[in-house]
């Protein structure tokens, strides 16, 4: 089954060390689409993401910041980015050794995607 | 906001599910309609009437689900302007809860869905002094009611 995320997330698997990659709603923490491999807890990590981008955006705002372009979170085994528009994110979960320059410049083009 | 209780044994995974997924409202009863924990009410007639709004929903969408489904629905969301609305069933090991709560933009659906299963699990393995999921006798139903709901509300 195909939705009009799928060349998108297609593109963004493809990446050196991605595992996942999901468009989620920004408000509710659900998958939209999801490419992932074995091993990745969509839903979990879809809801929390979500509501970490969230905050985020809000923190931003508050600061006098402006909008949230690009959201990181570099652990310890691997990292997390988050990019969004229109209600919708696009979340990559991937490897330490992700080339994460590469993978930000793939996820902002996407977005536009988004309208 | 506090929690209370009528059975110790459902405090933490309750406290644990309010605390994750940062809800206004949360309270967990048999599908009779009795309480058996809250979070954030501020009067028992409110819990009485949110409980016996749960019981009375959630046979209704279970029966739909037979009639469409073949099986019974094990959630049901609402969407509102500010809040939302979330009624899920707690499967046990003799028998089944009732989770209802309410939630605004602190939180998502999709956070309330995953410390739903988190409470679900935590839930499944206990196995309580007295059955909950046993439908009160009807002659004994509203003294059980507001048994409980005076031990939580402190008028024991």
Redesign the interface.
Known sequence: MTSPFTTLLASLIRHRGVTGCMV??E????IVDSSLQIGVNG??F???T??MY?KARRAAAAAGFGATGFFELDAEGGRMCAAGRNDLVIVVVAEPRVNVGLLRVEMLKALESFG | MKLSVAEHWVEAPLKQFVDEARVELAVLLNPSGQVLGQFGFASSVDVMTACALAAATTASSAELGRQVDGRPFSGLHY?GKVRQIFLGRVPMATGSLILFTVFN?E?????V??FFAELCASVAGIVPPEPPATPALAEDFERELNRNLAVMFGRA
């Open positions: 989620v709603g408000a509710d923490g659900m839903d979990a879809a809801a929390l979500a509501s969230r | 969407a933009d939180s998502s659906l999709g956070l869905h995953l």
